[in-house]
């Protein structure tokens, strides 16, 4: 554990020391938040079930945060390391290699947690955010959502040769997603061609199981979407386990 511990503070200092992967996780939610909330404010509107803009984008958002974890944070970091050296100087210590994966993941689901609570600390104090669901269900889902992009993360780590390449294909995975997905826009004023598309994404499951939860729908209306998670992570876990390559 002390070890884990000491790892997990190396890797934050990391984190902290990347300014990009640190704006988009912790800032850039933010900055959408109060941007559209200064402009529409969070008054309830009929297209989004008399709920206002503020409350359906906060767990939007989440997920954002989430993909940007996943997508941009995770597999940039690990190939940049690979790259580098550090994973193979790491692995020559005595630390086993399953507590430096641990410890890599802790520290960004943390982190990707602390951006998600700093959103719903603004939007309450801010703009009078409404949660009507239970929170250990969002949690919950908050947590199968994050595990399941990290796993997709470290397999674009895995199969990505430099941290370069890493970035352009985590990029070109992540805008695609957040703009069709609902997770900066709107699901339900998408164009029904741009809906189509944003049913085969990944993200679009996690907007819509946190949104449903963070307004109090019943878990069974989310079996489907936690199933395409749930089967997301596992894939995930597997593949990265054969392919991942320490340098």
């Known amino acids: 554990m002390r070890g884990l511990r000491k790892l997990m503070l190396v890797e934050l200092k990391l984190f902290l020391r990347e300014p990009e992967t640190f704006f988009f996780t912790l800032i850039f939610p933010m900055v959408m938040l109060f941007v559209f909330g200064s402009i529409y404010g969070n008054k309830p509107v009929e297209i989004f079930g008399g709920r206002g803009t503020v409350d359906i984008s906060v767990p939007a958002y989440m997920g954002l945060i989430i993909a940007v974890t996943g997508l941009m944070s995770i597999p940039i970091s690990t190939a940049t390391d690979r790259e580098k050296g550090v994973l193979r100087r790491l692995r020559a210590t005595p630390v086993r290699l399953q507590t430096i994966l641990i410890a ?77 997905s609902g997770a900066t826009i709107p699901w339900n004023v998408l164009p029904d061609g741009v809906q189509m598309v944003g049913r085969a994404l990944p993200l679009t499951y996690v907007v819509k199981l946190l949104q449903g939860l963070w307004f109090a729908e019943p878990w069974n209306e989310h079996l489907l979407k936690v199933a395409v998670l749930a089967g997301m992570l596992i894939v995930g876990v597997v593949v990265s386990a054969k392919i991942f390559r320490w340098e």
Request: charged content about 5%; aromatic content about 18%; hydrophobic content about 70%.
């Open 104 to 180: 890599r993941i802790m520290m960004y689901f943390v982190m990707t947690l602390v951006g998600a609570l700093l959103l719903v600390a603004a939007g309450k104090i801010v703009y009078g955010l409404r949660f009507d669901g239970n929170a250990l269900y969002v949690f919950l889902a908050f947590i199968i959502s994050a595990l399941s992009f990290f796993a997709l993360g470290f397999v674009i780590a895995s199969l990505a040769p430099t941290g370069r390449t890493a970035n352009i294909v985590g990029m070109a995975l992540f805008f695609p997603m957040i703009f069709f």
